[in-house]
């Protein structure tokens, strides 16, 4: 593989030790360093108590599941990355892993290259957040989005997204009264291609619907076989 990264941890959460093995292996090879995790009651209590650029996270363990682990990590304030790897496939635990707050997923099996890149994209996007662009405050009616302060108001209400949903946002506010379809989403906010998984484009568009658009007017639009738009009605 052809990557390269800084040294940066990242904690492998996964019952099955070959798994931990592989992407500790995997990783280390490109820089990361990685530490492992067998339980989620482990991978909680090191996540609250040391820093991790990322967790890799397992979904199915025998204590604490991987939607668990992540609604106490959020609830605790940590806001730490985190990239789902599980053999389950159903739509609905996708969406609710992304709703809980996670960045990414990925399925079993998978090859190391692509979870090398879904690393490498997650920690693109997380750092974009962190850092301050030459426009750092945008605006669209009374929603404001402040880049550098990780900020986002609509009126006099703060809004509160993770780091995933704020770049949508800032993408869409940049591509303001313009339709911008999935496959550009994906480019431009994930990094990367989702291999035809569109969905979590349509399931974070939706998230960001219900915090921004809690006021009339709408400003958030479906395009229907197109994409989605950031406008006043018509």
Do not use: C
């Not at 650029?53 to 939607?67: C, S, W």
């Not at 609710?96 to 707050?101: C, Y």
């Not at 006021?215 to 395009?223: G, K, N, V, Y």
């Amino acid at each position: 593989m052809n990557i390269s990264a800084d040294k940066e941890s990242i904690l492998a959460v996964d019952d099955n030790p070959a798994i931990t093995e592989l992407i500790q292996q995997g990783l280390s090879l490109i820089g990361y360093h990685v530490e492992v995790a067998s339980s989620g009651k482990e991978a909680l209590f090191r996540a609250t108590t040391s820093k991790f650029a990322l967790v890799i996270l397992d979904l199915m363990m025998p204590d604490l599941d991987g939607f668990q682990v992540i609604e106490r990590l959020r609830k605790s304030g940590r806001d730490v990355p985190v990239l789902f790897l599980t053999a389950r496939n159903e739509t609905q635990d996708k969406i609710t892993g992304l709703s809980l707050g996670a960045d990414d997923y990925i399925t079993k099996p998978f090859s190391l290259e692509e979870l090398a890149e879904r690393v490498k994209a997650v920690l693109r996007r997380y750092k974009g957040t962190a850092v301050a662009g030459i426009n750092t405050r945008l605006q669209f009616g009374d929603l404001v989005l402040d880049e550098s302060m990780h900020q986002v108001r609509r009126g006099e209400v703060e809004i509160d997204l993770t780091p995933t949903e704020f770049n949508l946002l800032a993408y869409l506010m940049e591509n303001s009264n313009v339709v911008v379809s999935k496959a550009q989403i994906l480019s431009k906010v994930w990094g990367y291609d989702f291999d035809g998984s569109d969905g979590v484009v349509e399931s974070y568009v939706s998230f960001l619907r219900r915090k921004i658009d809690f006021t009339e007017p709408q400003l958030l639009h479906t395009i229907r076989g197109i994409g989605y738009s950031l406008r006043l009605p018509r």
